[in-house]
């Protein structure tokens, strides 16, 4: 599927906004490090079918990329931001 780079920033943007209203005080770098990265996944990976999504998973991976540790065929979209455990 096609979409508008604007379009995707939107989305990542909208996606950040709201996580981090969630949150109450500073951020560790971290944590604003795996948060932005659940919201690049979703704003772009999103889209993608879901055969595909594991090789977003390995490509970020590769990049050196803060991901959650996974187990078997898990990728970051099985995973979610919980900001009581930051």
């Not at 920033?9 to 005080?25: D, E, Q, R």
């Not at 951020?27 to 999103?46: H, K, P």
């Not at 090789?55 to 898990?74: F, M, Q, R």
Request: glycine share 6%; net charge negative.
């Amino acid at each position: 599927m096609k979409m508008n780079d604007n379009m995707l920033v939107h989305n990542f943007l909208a996606l950040l906004s709201a996580i981090l209203k969630s949150y109450h005080g500073e951020i560790a770098t971290e944590a604003y490090e795996r948060i932005a990265l659940y919201c690049i996944s979703w704003a772009i990976g999103g889209m993608l079918m879901e055969d595909v999504r594991p090789k977003w998973h390995e490509w970020l991976s590769a990049k050196g990329a803060p991901l959650p540790n996974v187990s078997g065929k898990d990728t970051v979209f099985e995973y979610y931001i919980d900001p009581k455990t930051k």
